[in-house]
T-cell receptor, first 114, second 113 residues
C-alpha cells in the first residue's frame, strides 16, 4: 500500500534552534499534505494544509512564522519549527494521499526541545 | 465548531471479549466519519469509514454504524485479539475528504491473553 515516511523519527534540540521535519510520499504524488500535532494523551490537531507550489494554509491559532511549511515537490513537504522552545515539544504527524479522499499517515516525529 | 468525543481509556479486555468504544460528534453539516488505529510504533491507519447516515463501515471484524439521530459512530468488535491492542481514534471530516480531519482524543485498548 501507499507509504508516507517522516524524517527524523525523533529529534532533541536546544531551545532557540530550528528543526526541520520532512514528510515524503514514497509511491504516489500528493499536491496536498497535512501536518498535525499530537500532545500526550490528546487528540491530533490539524496545524496546516501544505499545498504544492503555493503557500500553506494554517489553522487558527497556529503561528505561520513559527511553523514554516514548504511543499516544494509533489512528494515532499517540510515543516520547520523555528526558534524552538520547550513548549514546542510534541509529536508531529503528516498525512498525504493521491486524493484528498484517501490519506495515509506518516509514523510521526517526536520533538523534544531542551 | 465541529468536534469529536470518544470514551476515555485505557480499556483493558481479555481475549475474545466484546469491544465497544463510544464516539459521538458535533457537526454543522453532514460529515464523513472515520475510525483510525495506531499500533505501537506505527503511524495511523484507516480502519473503517462511513460517509452518510446509516452507512456501516467494517474491516478486520470491526464495525461502526453512522447514526445521525444520535450523532454517534461507536466502534464494535465481537471478539478481540491480543493483536488488536492499539490506540483507536474516531474522526470526522466535512465533504468526504480525509484531509482536515478532526480527531477524538483516542482510546488505548489493551487485550490480555
Amino acid at each position: 500500500g501507499a507509504v508516507v515516511s517522516q524524517h527524523p523519527s525523533w529529534v532533541i534540540c536546544k531551545s532557540g534552534t530550528s528543526v526541520k521535519i520532512e514528510c515524503r510520499s514514497l509511491d504516489f504524488q500528493a499536491t496536498t499534505m497535512f501536518w498535525y500535532r499530537q500532545f500526550p494523551k490528546q487528540s491530533l490537531m490539524l496545524m496546516a494544509t501544505s499545498n504544492e507550489g503555493s503557500k500553506a494554509t494554517y489553522e487558527q491559532g497556529v503561528e505561520k512564522d513559527k511553523f514554516l511549511i514548504n511543499h516544494a515537490s509533489l512528494t515532499l513537504s517540510t515543516l520547520t519549527v523555528t526558534s524552538a522552545h520547550p513548549e514546542d515539544s510534541s509529536f508531529y504527524i503528516c498525512s498525504a494521499g493521491p486524493l484528498r479522499e484517501t490519506q495515509y499517515f506518516g509514523p510521526g516525529t517526536r520533538l523534544l526541545v531542551l | 465548531g465541529d468536534s469529536v468525543t470518544q470514551m476515555e481509556g485505557p480499556v483493558t479486555l481479555s481475549e475474545e471479549a466484546f469491544l465497544t468504544i463510544n464516539c459521538t460528534y458535533t457537526a454543522t453539516g453532514y460529515p464523513s466519519l472515520f475510525w483510525y488505529v495506531q499500533y505501537p510504533g506505527e503511524g495511523l491507519q484507516l480502519l473503517l469509514k462511513a460517509t452518510k447516515a446509516d452507512d456501516k463501515g467494517s474491516n478486520k471484524g470491526f464495525e461502526a454504524t453512522y447514526r445521525k439521530e444520535t450523532t454517534s459512530f461507536h466502534l464494535e468488535k465481537g471478539s478481540v485479539q491480543v493483536s488488536d491492542s492499539a490506540v483507536y481514534f474516531c474522526a470526522l471530516s466535512e465533504g468526504g475528504s480525509q484531509g482536515n480531519l478532526i480527531f477524538g482524543k483516542g482510546t488505548k485498548l489493551s487485550v490480555k491473553p
